[in-house]
């Protein structure tokens, strides 16, 4: 299908495919699928001309509320912008006879892209390591809930990690997991996670943007497929505050642009690894407070980073250690990468690429130090400085980290905190359960 010459040419190979409408979708701000879709006879024209779509849907809040401030609504009489179709991404949507997906960028009606998309700050991303030489490899490990429909409750409970009666559990799982294969996710492993209805589905990284358009489906895919199969699917990092909450464990590594050699090797390192490794690696430390509200968006996010769980709690980085926030996967060949394990599992996945990329290449250009390795475990070690607590002061580190909005773009800072802000006034003025209960009668 990519090798078809024109849209035209497209059209009529999806239509002898049996397609019956095409859905032409937006990665949004939080990383969910906005979509509209089109009768396979008018796939053509929207393709050339583009498909309108309204302004501000980049500048809606989780609620989808209308977001004031972020550039892209009163300020422009909320006007629409037009989808584009990458036509490299087009895949059917396995369970619904007739149905194929493209996903597509953004522009203004003049043409020029809307900046803000999490698609466009990680391909300009991606641009500014080619200008460097580089490739960028990358993989993204989701875990998430599978939970009644109804109830919202988990299907069983305990520490079944690995079980394999667990592994296979629930009906929709060998559905779900044909969905994804015939999508072109190339799975790896599928496993029950730490909680009980817990999950993790593994799959290969990608090249460029590749990579991060294959978690988007898959994320994609597994919202609306388990919708189907009626099950609630959640990558909410801490649905339970006494259950183990999900994570994005974000796997990067350059490439020589050229060659496709991996630079992060150097096999006269003690661990293995290059100075371009390590300069990276310094730039996400050094950043690591400034890119939490991209790979950690939600206040719920930072109820997950705890000691002893497995998910970091400071700034950090050890060799194959699971407690640091940059883990080596030091093995001494082509598969040497690292591994950014503080990202949520709720988080974009154009987001935290961008976020792991972006603060990598300023360890580049700015020939950051890596700190020297300790040992043991990162998280007993106090002397590191801990990851933010609370949403609020994560804003405030990316606010003031110049060096990082340059690269991420003031376009995309401005639609982003603007939304974040938004999020967060009504969650501050929300009152809870428990403070109902706590202080209601003893007051």
């Not at 609504?73 to 006007?79: D, H, L, W």
Request: charged letters at 25%; proline letters at 5%; glycine letters at 8%.
């Amino acid at each position: 299908m990519a090798e078809a010459r024109s849209i035209s040419e497209i059209v009529d190979t999806l239509k002898d495919r049996g397609a019956k409408y095409l859905r032409f979708e937006l990665p949004d701000t939080h990383g969910t699928s906005r979509s509209k879709t089109v009768p396979i006879d008018k796939v053509q024209g929207y393709a050339e001309g583009g498909l309108n779509l309204y302004g501000g849907t980049l500048a809606l809040d989780t609620a989808s509320s209308v977001v004031p401030g972020s550039g892209l609504n009163e300020e422009i009489n909320y006007a629409d912008t037009k989808l584009w179709p990458d036509f490299a991404t087009l895949q059917p949507v396995p369970w619904i006879e007739g149905l194929w997906k493209v996903i597509c960028d953004l522009t203004f009606n003049d043409g020029t892209p809307v900046e803000a998309a999490p698609r466009y700050v990680l391909k300009q991303l991606l641009d500014e390591a080619a200008s460097l030489g580089f490739s960028v490899k990358m993989g993204h490990e989701y875990e998430f809930y599978l939970l009644d429909g109804e109830t919202h409750e988990p299907f069983f409970e305990g520490l079944h990690i690995f079980n394999s009666t667990r592994n296979h559990w629930l009906e929709g799982i060998e559905p779900l997991l044909d969905a994804l294969i015939a999508q072109d996710v190339d799975l790896i492993t599928h496993n029950c996670e730490y909680a009980g209805s817990q999950f993790e589905i593994n799959f290969g990284p990608g090249v460029g943007l590749a990579g991060a358009d294959k978690a988007f489906t898959f994320k994609a895919t597994v919202k609306e497929l388990c919708h189907q199969l009626g099950y609630q699917a959640t990558f909410m990092s801490k649905p339970w505050a006494d259950r183990a909450g999900c994570g994005c464990h974000v796997h990067m590594g350059l490439l020589d642009k050229e060659s496709g050699s991996n630079v992060f090797l150097d096999r006269g390192d003690p661990n293995g690894l290059s100075d371009t490794a390590k300069a990276f690696t310094a730039g996400i430390l050094t950043h690591a407070k400034s890119i939490m509200p991209l790979i950690g968006p939600t206040p719920n996010c930072y109820h997950r980073l705890s000691p002893h769980t497995f998910a970091p709690s400071n700034i950090s980085w050890g060799v194959e250690d699971r407690t640091a926030m940059v883990r080596m996967k030091a093995s001494k060949d082509d598969q040497t990468h690292l591994e950014m394990r503080a990202a949520s599992g709720l988080s974009n996945p154009y987001l935290n690429a961008a976020a792991t990329l972006a603060a990598g290449l300023l360890g580049l250009k700015k020939g950051y130090d890596l700190p020297a390795e300790v040992e043991g475990p990162c998280e007993e070690d106090d002397r590191f400085e801990k990851l933010p607590k609370r949403l609020d002061r994560a804003l405030e580190a990316l606010e003031a980290d110049a060096d990082l909005r340059a690269l991420l773009g003031e376009p995309f800072i401005k639609v982003f905190t603007a939304v974040k802000r938004h999020e967060l006034a009504r969650f501050h003025a929300h009152v809870t359960d428990w403070e109902r209960k706590e202080y209601l009668e003893v007051y």
